[in-house]
């Protein structure tokens, strides 16, 4: 063989060589590509599923939300209701307590015009249930978890709904606030 005839061959063998490289290369660059594409897909796929479940899971606490304001409507008319019986009673028991009595308390326009502070009702309302002003003072500590002593309860009692309600003790104050409708069978809940 010639010289000329084995740089041919030779240049032949190189370039074919060549050219399954540069083959093989572009291969290896497609299967990355369709690799990477893949990998996206997959990434895709998983954040549409990630939103799918964060839509139902939004969709779960509307219906949560609505289903507990429905509660919370119904347990407040039932609250209504029961303020309304036990104004019925304590109302009846005082009448049937002057009428036996044989005193009628007057109410006055002043009357119908008192203002009171959420602590002075708080303290109203544990009186109409027979608390004295050192449980009431432990009630409302523990309530509001801050101490509160029986001789501040005694100074609302003595200082604030007296001089309010124009009375000199416990009996008229509590038959004078259930007359204006001052005490609530239940108390509201003071976090709504």
Known sequence: MSIITKLIIGNSTDIKAREQKETLAIENEKQKAE?????????????????LAAEAKVEQLMLEKEAYLAQKKEQEKFLSFIDKIHREI??????????????????????????????????????????SPKNIAKIITIIENKPISD??????????????????????????????????FLLADSKN
């Open 35 to 51: 690799a990477k594409s893949l990998q996206l897909e997959n990434k895709l796929n998983k954040i549409f599923l990630e939103k």
């Open 90 to 131: 304590q109302n009846y028991k005082i009448e049937s307590l002057t009428d036996k009595i044989g005193v009628k308390p007057q109410l006055t326009d002043s009357d119908k015009q008192i203002r009171l502070t959420k602590r002075e009702l708080d303290v109203l309302y544990y009186l109409t249930l027979n608390k």
């Open 151 to 184: 001789s501040t309860i005694n100074a609302v009692i003595n200082k604030k709904l007296y001089p309010k309600f124009q009375v000199f003790n416990i009996g008229q104050l509590v038959e004078k606030a259930v007359m204006l409708n001052y005490i609530p």
